[in-house]
């Protein structure tokens, strides 16, 4: 489970999330909860949180699957030095190191297509001041798909190349892949039952997986699950502007 592999993950502040769980009142549930108990199958309803079916102007997405995840956080050790005095071929610069990293990560990214998304989504730098070369940086990475052995090929690809380009420069490199979530498929009765739904209603939807991960990737694997999806728009979400427009809601809704 994802908690499981997440025991050791630390805060910025030091502090193992497990501990910080516990100080919070949780612990891991060890047995099957007894509230599954007479459930037979699961349907989760969701914005989008994306721009999909906005932009193909359909109304209900019905969710095939959702993505395996990857992610990571690397780290990087140069040598912090004068930014007037250094020669740039005596350098071991970590941000020169981060930017080919993420220009040739993104090129194959791109190249290998939908659904593969890649993403570097935070760095930290140090000693992050204007004239000096960046001895250290720490940064993230994160990588999703809906077939679990690409996933696997694509990122380990992403490790070697980041080893190769960290060497080529003289820096250090420490990659640390703290979560590993293999892709769930959606039952494909509840998928069909959905289908024939929306067909029967004249509804306007499409297929899609899932980009984020959800509820339903831990009850599937107990129950059959499906999920539904209602557009968002201009795809925002986890922010004061994501908003669903009120008719796709009550289109849902009154067919459910």
Same mark, same amino acid.
């Given at each position: ?8 993950? *630390?805060?910025?502040? $030091? ?7 516990? =100080? ?21 309803? /969701? ?8 932009? +193909?102007?359909? !109304?209900? $997405? ?16 140069? @040598?912090?030095?004068?930014? $007037?005095? %250094? ?12 930017? =080919?990293?993420? %220009?040739? !990560? ?14 570097? $989504? ?13 001895? @250290? ?11 679990? *052995? ?8 992403? @490790? ?20 590993? +979530? *293999?892709?769930?498929?959606?039952? @494909? ?24 991960? /959800? ?21 925002? !979400?986890?922010?004061?502007? +994501?908003?669903?427009?009120? *008719?796709?809601? =009550? ?6």
């Amino acid at each position: 489970m994802l908690i499981r592999q997440s025991i050791n993950i *630390e805060s910025i502040d $030091g502090i193992r999330f497990v501990d910080a769980m516990h =100080q919070c009142g949780f612990d891991f549930q060890e047995t099957k909860d007894s509230l599954m108990d007479g459930i037979k199958q699961f349907v989760e309803l /969701h914005i989008e949180q994306g721009n999909t079916l906005e932009m +193909e102007c359909k !109304s209900v $997405g019905v969710i095939s699957g959702i993505v395996g995840q990857k992610r990571y956080n690397i780290q990087l050790k140069g @040598e912090a030095n004068h930014a $007037g005095t %250094t020669l740039m071929k005596y350098r071991h610069d970590v941000i020169q190191v981060y930017a =080919q990293i993420v %220009t040739e !990560s993104i090129a194959k990214a791109k190249a290998a297509g939908d659904p593969l998304v890649l993403t570097f $989504g935070k760095i930290n730098v140090k000693p992050n001041t204007v004239n000096v070369v960046p001895g @250290e940086a720490l940064f993230t990475m994160d990588c999703r798909h809906t077939d679990k *052995e690409f996933l696997q090929s694509f990122t380990k690809e992403i @490790e070697n190349d980041m080893k190769r380009i960290a060497e080529a420069h003289g820096v250090e490199i420490d990659i640390d892949c703290w979560m590993d +979530e *293999e892709p769930v498929p959606m039952a @494909e009765e509840m998928i069909e039952i959905i289908k024939a739904s929306c067909e029967e209603q004249k509804l306007n939807y499409r297929v899609l997986h899932s980009g984020a991960g /959800h509820d339903s990737q831990i009850i599937a694997k107990y129950v059959p699950t499906g999920m539904i999806f209602v557009p968002s728009i201009k795809g925002i !979400s986890h922010n004061p502007s +994501e908003a669903t427009k009120l *008719e796709d809601l =009550q289109r849902l809704l009154l067919y459910c």
